[in-house]
T-cell receptor, first 113, second 111 residues
Framework: EAGVAQSPRYKIIEKRQSVAFWCNPISGHATLYWYQQILGQGPKLLIQ????????DSQLPKDRFSAERLKGVDSTLKIQPAKLEDSAVYLCASSLDSGMNLFFGPGTRLTVL | GQQLNQSPQSMFIQEGEDVSMNCTSS?????WLWYKQDPGEGPVLLIALYKAGELTSNGRLTAQFGITRKDSFLNISASIPSDVGIYFC???????????FGTGTSLTVIP
C-alpha cells in the first residue's frame, strides 16, 4: 500500500515570496491533516479536512495561509506571503476517518531567508 | 489548541538500559497514540491505546493508557541504537476528533 506522498521535499524561498505544498493521502482515507513542525517542537495542527470539508482550522494563520482539498483527495497548502518564522517542516497526514490513527508523509522542509 | 506535556524532554542512556517516558494533558483523551520520528522523516505510529487502564505491548515497547485518561506512559526495554529518535504522544481529546501532539522526548542511545 502506498503511503502519504508530499512534494516538494525541500523548498528555500525569500521572505514575502509565495510557496505551495502538495499532499496525496493514502487511498480511501477520508481525513487529511496539515501540521507545522518547528525545529525542536512537536507537530502543530494547522488544518484538518474530512473529505473536502474543513473540520478544524483554528490554528491556521488565515491572513497568509490557505489550504484546499478539492474532490476530497489531494490537498495543497499555500503560504502567501512567507515570513521568516514560517521556516519549519510541513507534514501531511491522513487517516481512514476522524479520530483514527494518522499516517504521515515525509514532510516538506521550508526555509525562509 | 491542546497542550500535551511530555517528560523528560531528552534522555541519554546506555545501550541495554530500559527507558520510561510519560505524557500528560489537561483534558481527557479518548485515544492515546505513541509515535517515533527519525531525522528528516514523518512520525511513525508505534502503539495505539483505546481505553483507560489499557496496557499494550509491541515488541520491546509497552504503553499504558492512564486511569484518569489524562496521561499515558511508554516504556522501552533493553534499548538498542536504532531506538534513537524523538518520541511523541498524540491523540484526540474527548471534546473532538482533532489530533494533537506532545512536546516530544528525544532519546539518545550510547552504544
Amino acid at each position: 500500500e502506498a503511503g502519504v506522498a508530499q512534494s516538494p521535499r525541500y523548498k528555500i524561498i525569500e521572505k514575502r515570496q509565495s510557496v505551495a505544498f502538495w499532499c496525496n493521502p493514502i487511498s480511501g482515507h477520508a481525513t487529511l491533516y496539515w501540521y507545522q513542525q518547528i525545529l525542536g517542537q512537536g507537530p502543530k495542527l494547522l488544518i484538518q479536512f474530512q473529505n473536502n470539508g474543513v473540520v478544524d482550522d483554528s490554528q491556521l494563520p488565515k491572513d497568509r495561509f490557505s489550504a484546499e482539498r478539492l474532490k476530497g483527495v489531494d490537498s495543497t497548502l499555500k503560504i502567501q506571503p512567507a515570513k521568516l518564522e514560517d521556516s519549519a517542516v510541513y507534514l501531511c497526514a491522513s487517516s481512514l476517518d476522524s479520530g483514527m490513527n494518522l499516517f504521515f508523509g515525509p514532510g516538506t522542509r521550508l526555509t525562509v531567508l | 489548541g491542546q497542550q500535551l506535556n511530555q517528560s523528560p524532554q531528552s534522555m541519554f542512556i546506555q545501550e541495554g538500559e530500559d527507558v520510561s517516558m510519560n505524557c500528560t494533558s489537561s483534558s481527557i483523551f479518548n485515544t492515546w497514540l505513541w509515535y517515533k520520528q527519525d531525522p528528516g522523516e514523518g512520525p511513525v505510529l508505534l502503539i495505539a491505546l483505546y481505553k483507560a487502564g489499557e496496557l499494550t505491548s509491541n515488541g520491546r515497547l509497552t504503553a499504558q493508557f492512564g486511569i484518569t485518561r489524562k496521561d499515558s506512559f511508554l516504556n522501552i526495554s533493553a534499548s538498542i541504537p536504532s531506538d534513537v529518535g524523538i518520541y511523541f504522544c498524540a491523540g484526540p481529546p474527548n471534546t473532538g476528533n482533532q489530533f494533537y501532539f506532545g512536546t516530544g522526548t528525544s532519546l539518545t542511545v550510547i552504544p
